[in-house]
């Protein structure tokens, strides 16, 4: 295996007026279903790929900055950034990116005439924003407590002691911004970290004397907009990406006249009483959607209600989520996805956690456990919905039993535990029980998650598509492009949520393979399998 930093596809893309342009024949299928038969009618749609090719210097904002998450994420770009090393007693560690699939992965491009595949860094697939360097990439953000940032780091106990000894000094400069705060929204046993949120005085100041209506939401809203203008002129930015990783939240309920329409939920931001059910994560997305910033939601609520999900659409403004996928529910769509394409049945699924951070203390709340457990299970079903030779789909849809604990141990720290149990029927109602035990800190896996989120959702403002007599236009708002990064994918109304991390991986990867001009990933591998094409490549003697 040879890994090369760059290539060119010789006859490929066009560069012209600042973007890059490729061609791309699209094959399409389309079923029509006859009780139990089938005709498939293949078609090629022409379709034209273009990104501009200036990265623009972007700030990633995160909403729960002094979270574990949060602070991980800083502290390893600024490793990352400043080339770092620190000591432990396993030896001098450097700074990396692992976890992170724009920055520690690759793509095949194809064999040389040895017969050697040659990969390429994905990241050399278009342009994208690089974190390592802080002239193209910073990271900022709210938090309702106003520890700053060395302190919180020291607090979520993720990084290791003589890295955090490095980054103090800088670190303890940076404070989050105030935020909205709502406990009706998250666990009671956040209470006391709320010393950092949004008051009336704040946003007097912020947003100048003559601001006065302070009925309903709306004010907060102006608040965070304003916060993520002087942000981003502070820091020189070109693009923001706001990105909550803060509190999981409980799920608001969807009320007709409240927030089921773009309309009801402008309408219910303005008013005393159903202002009430919009959450503190629905009040960022908001002002992301109207500064047309991308807005990705990394906790499970359901923070994009339909009100809100329209009035992204209508503008135009990307949104994402749900859910980082990290650990548990990622091996999950994993192994079901294998299980059931390999034609064995999974019947019993049980999932069991335990962590001792500040989000397992939330989790111990009723209603926030709840939001988890909804984006956990619904993790197999298209999976399951794949295959009727399995699973019965007459009358009540058969499938797998699934059960989804999670506790608070304090003593473990960021350092969760899962452990999952996967009893599967096969052949001749044989039974097949796998049991996993996975041990490991939570925020060192999803923070190159959360970077990624943020350097492909910048990634999708610059990327557009058109048809041979059709306009250039970006992908849809509701970033699907994004579901291998999430438990619970946001996908546009009346499209199917792919949910099997293959799957997803082979969306992402090959989307940009056409944009860079590069044939899909089939796997085919003819010229090893064909004798005469062996030939002609000299792997056969002619
Ligand atoms: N770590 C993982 O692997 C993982 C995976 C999937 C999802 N998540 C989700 O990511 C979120 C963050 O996880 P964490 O471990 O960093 O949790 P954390 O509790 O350490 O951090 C959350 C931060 O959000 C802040 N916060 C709460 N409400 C806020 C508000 N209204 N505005 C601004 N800040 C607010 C808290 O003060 C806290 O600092 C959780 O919802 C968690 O479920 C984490």
Same mark, same amino acid.
């Given at each position: 295996?040879?890994?090369? $930093?760059?290539?060119? %596809?010789?006859?490929?893309?066009?560069?012209?007026?600042?973007?890059?342009?490729?061609?791309?024949?699209?094959?399409?299928?389309?079923?029509?279903?006859?009780?139990?038969?089938?005709? %498939?009618?293949?078609?090629?749609?022409?379709?034209?790929?273009?990104? $501009?090719?200036?990265?623009?210097?972007?700030?990633?904002?995160?909403?729960?900055?002094?979270?574990?998450?949060?602070?991980?994420?800083?502290?390893?770009?600024?490793?990352?950034?400043?080339?770092?090393?620190?000591?432990?007693?396993?030896?001098?560690?450097?700074?990396?990116?692992?976890?992170?699939?724009?920055?520690?992965?690759?793509? +095949?491009?194809?064999?040389?005439?040895?017969?050697?595949?040659?990969?390429?860094?994905?990241?050399?697939?278009?342009?994208?924003?690089?974190?390592?360097?802080?002239?193209?990439?910073?990271?900022?953000?709210?938090?309702?407590?106003?520890?700053?940032?060395? !302190?919180?780091?020291?607090? =979520?106990?993720?990084?290791?002691?003589?890295?955090?000894?490095?980054?103090?000094?800088?670190?303890?400069?940076?404070?989050? @911004?105030?935020?909205? /705060?709502?406990?009706?929204?998250?666990?009671?046993?956040?209470?006391?970290?709320?010393?950092?949120?949004?008051? $009336?005085?704040? =946003?007097?100041?912020? @947003?100048?004397? !003559?601001?006065?209506?302070?009925?309903?939401?709306?004010?907060?809203?102006?608040?965070?907009?304003?916060?993520?203008?002087?942000?981003?002129?502070?820091?020189?930015?070109?693009?923001?990406?706001?990105?909550? *990783?803060?509190?999981?939240?409980?799920?608001?309920?969807?009320?007709?006249? %409240?927030?089921?329409?773009?309309?009801?939920?402008?309408?219910?931001?303005?008013?005393?009483?159903?202002?009430?059910?919009?959450?503190?994560?629905?009040? /960022?997305?908001?002002?992301?959607?109207?500064?047309?910033?991308?807005?990705?939601?990394?906790?499970?609520?359901?923070?994009?209600?339909?009100?809100?999900?329209?009035?992204?659409?209508?503008?135009?403004?990307?949104?994402?989520?749900?859910?980082?996928?990290?650990?548990?529910?990622?091996?999950?769509?994993? @192994?079901?996805?294998?299980?059931?394409?390999?034609?064995?049945?999974?019947?019993?699924?049980?999932?069991?956690?335990?962590?001792?951070?500040?989000?397992?203390?939330?989790?111990?709340?009723?209603?926030?456990?709840?939001?988890?457990?909804? *984006?956990?299970?619904?993790?197999?079903?298209?999976?399951?919905?794949?295959?009727?030779?399995?699973?019965?789909?007459?009358?009540?849809?058969?499938?797998?039993?699934?059960?989804?604990?999670?506790?608070?141990?304090?003593?473990?720290?960021?350092?969760?535990?899962?452990?999952?149990?996967?009893?599967?029927?096969?052949?001749? +109602?044989?039974?097949?029980?796998?049991?996993?035990?996975?041990?490991?800190?939570?925020?060192?896996?999803?923070?190159?998650?959360?970077? !990624?989120?943020?350097?492909?959702?910048?990634?999708?403002?610059?990327?557009?598509?058109?048809?041979?007599?059709?306009?250039?236009?970006?992908?849809?708002?509701?970033?699907?492009?994004?579901?291998?990064?999430?438990?619970?994918?946001?996908?546009?109304?009346?499209?199917?949520?792919?949910?099997? @991390?293959? =799957?997803?991986?082979?969306?992402?990867?090959?989307?940009?393979?056409?944009? =860079?001009?590069?044939?899909?990933?089939?796997?085919?591998?003819?010229?090893?399998?064909?004798?005469?094409?062996?030939?002609?490549?000299?792997?056969?003697?002619?």
């Amino acid at each position: 295996m040879v890994l090369v $930093k760059s290539f060119k %596809v010789a006859g490929g893309p066009q560069e012209e007026n600042g973007y890059t342009t490729s061609k791309y024949n699209y094959e399409t299928t389309s079923v029509e279903v006859n009780g139990d038969s089938a005709v %498939v009618n293949t078609g090629v749609q022409e379709l034209e790929f273009r990104m $501009k090719q200036h990265v623009p210097k972007t700030g990633l904002m995160l909403v729960g900055l002094g979270g574990s998450n949060g602070t991980t994420l800083s502290a390893g770009l600024l490793a990352n950034q400043q080339g770092i090393e620190w000591e432990r007693t396993d030896g001098t560690c450097r700074p990396n990116f692992f976890g992170s699939v724009t920055q520690a992965t690759t793509v +095949r491009l194809g064999t040389n005439p040895e017969g050697e595949d040659i990969y390429a860094p994905f990241s050399a697939l278009v342009p994208l924003v690089r974190p390592e360097d802080k002239s193209n990439f910073v990271i900022g953000g709210w938090d309702i407590n106003k520890d700053n940032m060395a !302190d919180a780091m020291k607090k =979520a106990g993720v990084i290791d002691v003589t890295l955090q000894q490095q980054l103090r000094e800088q670190m303890s400069k940076v404070t989050p @911004l105030p935020s909205p /705060f709502d406990i009706e929204f998250v666990a009671e046993n956040q209470k006391d970290r709320a010393d950092n949120v949004i008051t $009336k005085e704040y =946003a007097k100041e912020i @947003l100048g004397q !003559d601001f006065s209506d302070f009925s309903g939401r709306r004010w907060y809203v102006e608040v965070i907009k304003k916060q993520i203008e002087q942000y981003k002129a502070a820091n020189e930015c070109e693009q923001i990406v706001v990105l909550w *990783t803060a509190n999981t939240e409980c799920f608001a309920p969807i009320l007709d006249g %409240v927030n089921t329409t773009e309309a009801e939920l402008l309408s219910s931001l303005c008013d005393d009483e159903k202002c009430k059910y919009i959450a503190p994560s629905s009040l /960022f997305a908001i002002a992301a959607i109207e500064l047309n910033v991308p807005f990705v939601n990394g906790s499970p609520q359901n923070t994009l209600v339909p009100g809100l999900i329209e009035y992204a659409v209508n503008k135009g403004a990307m949104i994402g989520g749900d859910d980082f996928k990290s650990g548990q529910t990622k091996m999950k769509s994993v @192994l079901t996805d294998f299980l059931v394409s390999a034609g064995i049945k999974p019947t019993c699924i049980a999932s069991y956690n335990h962590l001792g951070n500040n989000d397992g203390l939330n989790l111990s709340s009723p209603a926030q456990f709840r939001s988890k457990e909804i *984006t956990k299970a619904n993790v197999v079903d298209d999976i399951v919905a794949s295959n009727d030779i399995l699973y019965k789909r007459e009358g009540e849809p058969e499938k797998p039993d699934h059960c989804i604990v999670i506790k608070y141990l304090k003593y473990v720290g960021d350092s969760k535990r899962a452990m999952d149990e996967y009893t599967s029927e096969i052949f001749l +109602r044989g039974k097949n029980t796998i049991v996993l035990h996975n041990t490991c800190e939570d925020s060192l896996l999803a923070a190159p998650i959360i970077m !990624d989120l943020g350097i492909l959702a910048e990634m999708l403002t610059r990327l557009e598509v058109r048809t041979p007599n059709g306009e250039w236009e970006n992908f849809h708002p509701v970033m699907n492009t994004l579901s291998y990064l999430c438990k619970a994918p946001r996908v546009p109304d009346h499209t199917p949520i792919i949910n099997a @991390l293959p =799957a997803q991986r082979a969306c992402l990867e090959n989307i940009l393979r056409c944009v =860079a001009g590069l044939p899909c990933e089939t796997n085919m591998r003819l010229e090893n399998r064909v004798m005469g094409m062996m030939r002609e490549k000299g792997t056969l003697p002619k």
